[in-house]
């Protein structure tokens, strides 16, 4: 059996996160993404991104979490399943209290073991630490997993349409958006 917990990312990360952003696309996206962008997506220029929003971000609302599953029987013996990474809406600047999903992935063979849900809850005590009240996340109209993952959570989609041009083929994307400013004490 497996244990799972969530910590902020460190600079040690950055090649596994970008391991499982690559790895994760062109397997959870091949049918949505034009396969040239999955073949072109490289491995090293995406951990020079990852490391730059790990050891520099741009602001200390900005965070990249990972997901690390720990075996039970040995607790030395961790890896690194799946990534977030949120800070404020820079889609909405003029608008300080809210925030967005730049990206999370869990790579699919540690899929529905939690690690999603707690790297959301991670989040959330985030955004509530920068005052962020409302959020948002823009998933692709076709990858249903993910969809249903964000509504079970209590996210629901706003109505915000995009559409990517993705080596000249059109794909979709919904925004999503959820409330998690403190609850009110009775």
């Not at 952003?21 to 490289?42: C, E, F, G, K, N």
């Not at 993910?146 to 995009?162: I, N, P, V």
């Not at 000249?168 to 009775?186: I, K």
């Amino acid at each position: 059996m497996a244990l799972g917990y969530v910590r902020p990312a460190r600079e040690t990360d950055v090649t596994e996160i970008a391991r499982i952003q690559l790895s994760t696309w062109r397997h959870a996206y091949a049918s949505i993404v034009p396969q040239d962008v999955l073949d072109a997506m490289d491995e090293r220029w995406l951990a020079e991104h990852w490391h730059e929003a790990c050891v520099n971000p741009p602001s200390p609302a900005h965070q990249v979490f990972v997901a690390v599953e720990q075996s039970e029987s040995d607790r030395q013996n961790t890896r690194v399943v799946g990534f977030g990474a949120v800070g404020p809406d820079e889609e909405e600047p003029a608008e300080a209290s809210v925030g967005a999903v730049t990206e999370m992935l869990i790579e699919p063979r540690f899929g529905r073991r939690g690690h999603g849900s707690r790297l959301l809850s991670a989040a959330v005590s985030h955004w509530r630490e920068h005052d962020i009240t409302t959020v948002h996340a823009w998933v692709f109209a076709r990858d249903a997993a993910t969809l249903a993952f964000y509504k079970s959570a209590g996210w629901e989609t706003d109505g915000s349409r995009r559409t990517l041009d993705m080596s000249g083929q059109r794909v979709a994307q919904l925004r999503l958006h959820c409330d998690v400013s403190e609850p009110e004490e009775t």
